[in-house]
């Protein structure tokens, strides 16, 4: 079945890095995406990995894929205040156009 | 540049009304368009999606529905709305090409009373 798990809350102090993990189930997944949505508002495309990727880097976030697992993560490095929002994952499953999200991460940086 | 754009941005409607949300796309053409739910405390809950006019795919069966009457129109409706309707209605776009990015318009809260 289709079905993209997060963990629900994750809370870090301003600095740390942040990691948000992620479990999909559609092994033909070809792109696999991370949003961020900030209070209120609609999503906004943070960064994706193509399914043949296992890393991918933009500044300060790393992607992390592990294809074998089935195990998406996101690294956000030195964690600001502004980066608190829910973060959600998601992947397109193989041969459609439907996108699947995960239920979402809420991030709360402490200052 | 394209812009989306959803309506109303809140809603208060009492159970057993009807219901239309609105969404429209500007600077594209051809746009896959998609309804999802977000309800409190929950993930993103896909309802509709549409590759084409008039071509509506529903993945959740229950008292919604969707119409796609122009090429960068989406329109959510449903007859009479039930206290479980409650939430925020997002409206997504993409170009087409299987691994491109969501676009997504701002919401619609509703609240059913």
């Known amino acids: 079945g289709e079905d993209v798990e997060q963990s629900l809350f994750l809370s870090v102090r301003e600095g740390d890095s942040s990691v948000i993990n992620c479990t999909y189930t559609d092994s033909s997944s070809t792109y696999l995406y991370w949003y961020k949505q900030e209070p209120g508002a609609g999503l906004q495309l943070l960064t994706y990995?193509?399914?043949?990727?296992d890393m991918k880097q933009d500044q300060r976030l790393t992607v992390l894929l592990n294809k074998k697992d089935k195990h998406l993560s996101l690294r956000i490095a030195d964690t600001q205040t502004g980066d608190s929002a829910i973060y959600f994952c998601?992947?397109?499953?193989?041969?459609?156009?439907?996108?699947?999200f995960g239920t979402g991460t809420r991030l709360k940086v402490l200052a | 540049s394209q812009t989306i754009h959803q309506w109303p941005a809140t809603l208060v409607q009492p159970v057993g009304s009807p219901l239309s949300l609105e969404c429209t796309v500007e600077g594209t053409s051809n746009p896959n368009l998609y309804w999802y739910r977000q309800a409190a405390g929950r993930g993103l809950q896909l309802l509709f999606y549409?590759?084409?006019?008039?071509?509506i795919s529903s993945e959740v069966p229950q008292n919604l529905s969707a119409s796609r009457p122009q090429d960068r129109q989406f329109i959510l409706s449903s007859k009479k709305l039930l206290l479980s309707d409650s939430g925020f209605y997002l409206c997504?776009?993409?170009?087409?090409?299987?691994?491109?990015?969501?676009?997504f318009g701002p919401g619609t809260r509703l609240t059913v009373t």
């Open positions: 998601a992947e397109i499953v193989g041969g459609t156009y439907k996108y699947i």
């Open positions: 997504a776009w993409s170009d087409g090409g299987r691994g491109s990015e969501q676009y």
């Open positions: 549409s590759v084409g006019i008039g071509q």
């Open positions: 990995i193509f399914s043949n990727m």
